[in-house]
């Protein structure tokens, strides 16, 4: 027996800048797949679960009613963002990250911080609305 299922798409899952964080996160994985193995608890499970942790916030954020706590979790999203930029430059300080891959990943990340913040200014005026 098959079941069909509708595609219902969440609030969250319509914003771009959660699309673009799954992006990150992908590309996360990538590099950490390419670590040395004695980094599988270090480094690398720290920056997956730091890029996971953007979408995370994204979407839980977007499931609150107040634009104020809106406001919040997209400014643990951009902390989580910022945590996963420090930790492709230490895989890049430390060699485990080719220039040209660290450069590729800074680069989402600046997209990424330039949707955020303009997401979350966007719930601050409309917090301050109300």
């Known amino acids: 027996m098959s079941m069909e299922l509708d595609v219902y798409l969440f609030a969250h899952e319509k914003l771009r800048v959660w699309q673009d964080a799954r992006v990150l996160i992908g590309k996360a994985y ?4 390419k670590l040395p193995k004695s980094e ?5 499970s720290q920056l997956n679960r730091a890029a996971v942790s953007v979408a ?11 634009s104020k706590d809106q406001a919040h979790f997209s400014q643990l999203a951009f902390s989580s963002l910022m945590e996963t930029d420090c930790l492709i430059t230490v895989c890049g300080d430390l060699g ?10 800074r680069g989402l990340v ?3 911080s330039r949707q955020i913040n303009s997401l979350r200014q966007t719930q601050l005026t409309r917090s301050a609305q109300h």
């Open 30 to 33: 990538e590099l950490t797949r």
């Open 40 to 44: 599988m608890f270090g480094l690398a």
């Open 56 to 66: 995370c916030n994204i979407a839980e954020g977007s499931a609150r009613t107040s």
């Open 96 to 105: 485990f990250a080719s220039r040209e891959d660290a450069a590729y990943l």
């Open 110 to 112: 600046q997209a990424l």
